[in-house]
């Protein structure tokens, strides 16, 4: 059974917006959490957001706040990631995480569920 399903990547400038899709199955969306993380080429899975089910807690890298925004929808079971003002260092494949038992928001060891990603790419 597929658990999480991205989509939304795309080629972008720098400035511009997009906006990441992760469909989910009923189990995975009714997880404690559900995060986006990024990995960079050479570089470590990073978090970027994460958005608890209990009282919808929201949490954020200090990289992205105040231009991404983490939001789900209960009606079709997506995740959104918002991403404005888009930079260079956006770049990179973004992952959708969920069921997370163990460590902090922004640990991928602790997400038991995984989608493929989508794959963002931010020019200068």
């Known amino acids: 059974e597929v658990h999480l399903v991205e989509s939304g990547g795309d080629s972008v400038q720098a400035g511009g917006s997009l906006r990441l899709s992760c469909a989910a199955s009923d189990y995975t969306y009714a997880s404690n959490s559900l995060a986006w993380f990024r990995q960079s080429p050479g570089k470590e899975r990073m978090g970027v957001a994460a958005?608890?089910?209990?009282?919808?807690?929201?949490y954020y890298a200090d990289s992205v706040k105040g231009r991404f925004v983490i939001s789900r929808d209960n009606s079709t079971k997506t995740v959104y990631l918002q991403m404005n003002n888009l930079q260079p260092e956006d770049t990179g494949m973004y992952y959708c995480?969920?069921?997370?038992?163990?460590?902090?928001?922004?640990?991928?060891?602790?997400?038991?569920?995984w989608g493929q990603g989508t794959q963002v790419t931010v020019s200068s």
């Open positions: 995480a969920a069921d997370r038992d163990g460590g902090t928001w922004d640990q991928s060891f602790g997400y038991a569920y």
């Open positions: 958005i608890y089910r209990r009282r919808g807690s929201t």
